[in-house]
């Protein structure tokens, strides 16, 4: 047992060995995965161009998206360089140099030019050439002088191996838009680049940052009829279907996943994690409360008062057979232990819910959490659709959402949804609380959805809001 446990515990130091000293290279990819997704976004959206918040090719809300994507690709390349530093001066290179470089000591007929890095450093040195290149865009300080021309080995970026699979889904989608090295060897400059770009357009539709006196909307249709002309349209329209597709799957699963994990996860914790625990814990308690608030109580009393008045109606009328008074306190006693064990049950029910959705809410976070990836394509998704409605469908989903739940009838399904939780929980009913939360909630709400309308809606769809106004008056 002895032999076990230590053999375990050299397995376990050289698992964490080896991934300390995997520290280095797995911060390298992952800033230079995050260096692939910006050129994409620029080859695909940008004509291989700066990303700006200039361009009229797209709305605001689209550039607010692509701006922040690239500052989070460039805090994921600026926080991976620092891990990759601090873990080269502590480990070294992966891959070791060579006995004849190390010493310094060289053949009489070589030269420093005729010899070669390894080729995991040479690799490594063509992600960081990579990384400066597409950084240096966004960097306020002067780009580096360029080193002297040599010719490249490789025509093709480093394949990057990445497991996450939310990773794996987005580079799906991208597949296509991966930068390439120029096939020339005396230049650095990649095949997509704005100076060799034929899809670029003129410079008129393409500078955002000089005013222009034609209107945005023209220009944008200006460029969508260059682009439907363009021989290579066709392609691009199946790679856009075959990009939608993909978000699509990907949004669909991952809403089921939202949706029916946490409920299967309240369902199992109540019935066979919560619930035994708590009949347990109830029956060996001989004097167990029977009622969780005075409502509940209340309730009871009014339940067998019913009964009791209802043999009592009976009997007096003849509608059942004629029973004594004897018989009739009998019953009402069979009642009363019924409705005993039926609110019993209620109360154990509502603290089974407790735990049960508490199990349900911390499933929903970790669903969020571990897929981030996910999340991103499904708020694209969802901006897609809700923006791609027409005005009047728009309008529509807009008065329908305000007047159920900040409209003149809104109180009272606020009061059943206020109620339904109460009771779900086995809280008493506070009807002040329940005034003063639909006093003040809705009209919190209302103004969101009016900000909403005048920030962003009015800005992306202005037909919208004013087909909004001719139907809500």
């Not at 290579?232 to 089921?256: H, P, W």
Request: charged letters at 25%; glycine letters at 4%.
């Amino acid at each position: 047992m002895k032999t076990s446990t230590w053999t375990q515990i050299q397995y376990a130091l050289r698992r964490a060995n080896s991934w300390f000293k995997d520290t280095t290279d797995r911060a390298l990819d992952q800033a230079y995965d995050a260096a692939l997704r910006i050129k994409a976004i620029e080859d695909e959206h940008f004509y291989g161009g700066k990303i700006t918040k200039d361009s009229t090719d797209y709305s605001d809300r689209v550039l607010s998206y692509f701006d922040s994507e690239l500052k989070k690709c460039l805090n994921i390349i600026q926080t991976r360089l620092v891990v990759f530093n601090t873990s080269r001066s502590i480990f070294g290179w992966s891959e070791p140099l060579n006995s004849n470089e190390m010493n310094g000591s060289l053949p009489s007929d070589l030269s420093m030019d005729d010899l070669k890095l390894p080729n995991h450093v040479s690799l490594i040195c063509e992600k960081l050439d990579f990384i400066d290149s597409v950084i240096g865009k966004y960097s306020p300080s002067k780009p580096r002088p360029k080193p002297p021309n040599k010719p490249i080995e490789s025509t093709s970026p480093v394949e990057i191996k990445n497991n996450s699979q939310s990773v794996s889904l987005a580079k799906s989608m991208n597949e296509e838009n991966t930068p390439v090295l120029n096939e020339n060897p005396e230049t650095m400059k990649f095949s997509n680049s704005s100076n060799s770009d034929k899809k670029k357009l003129p410079d008129e539709l393409t500078t955002g940052s000089e005013t222009s006196f034609l209107p945005r909307s023209l220009l944008r249709t200006v460029g969508r009829i260059r682009r439907e002309l363009n021989p290579e349209s066709e392609e691009e329209v199946i790679k856009n279907y075959r990009k939608s597709k993909v978000k699509t799957i990907i949004s669909v699963r991952f809403i089921l996943l939202l949706i029916l994990v946490p409920l299967l996860t309240q369902q199992l914790a109540k019935n066979f994690v919560v619930g035994p625990i708590v009949d347990t814990f109830v029956s060996e308690q001989e004097n167990a409360q029977i009622f969780m608030n005075l409502d509940l109580e209340e309730e009871a009393y009014m339940e067998l008062h019913r009964f009791k008045e209802r043999l009592e109606f009976q009997n007096m009328i003849g509608l059942a057979p004629q029973i004594e008074p004897e018989q009739i306190e009998e019953q009402v006693k069979e009642k009363a232990i019924e409705i005993a064990e039926e609110y019993l049950t209620l109360g154990n029910a509502a603290i089974k819910n407790i735990f049960a959705d508490l199990f349900s809410v911390i499933t929903f976070v970790i669903i969020i959490y571990t897929n981030k990836r996910e999340l991103e394509i499904l708020k694209s998704f969802l901006g897609d659709l809700i923006y791609g409605l027409s005005d009047s469908a728009k309008a529509f989903i807009i008065i329908l959402l305000t007047d159920m739940f900040v409209g003149f009838h809104s109180p009272h399904g606020w009061e059943v949804i206020l109620e339904s939780i109460s009771r779900h929980f086995g809280l008493p009913e506070n009807r002040d609380f329940n005034f003063l939360f639909i006093a003040t909630f809705p009209v919190i709400l209302d103004a969101v959805f009016k900000y909403w309308i005048f920030r962003y809606l009015n800005r992306s769809s202005p037909s919208a809001v004013s087909t909004y106004k001719t139907m809500n008056e």
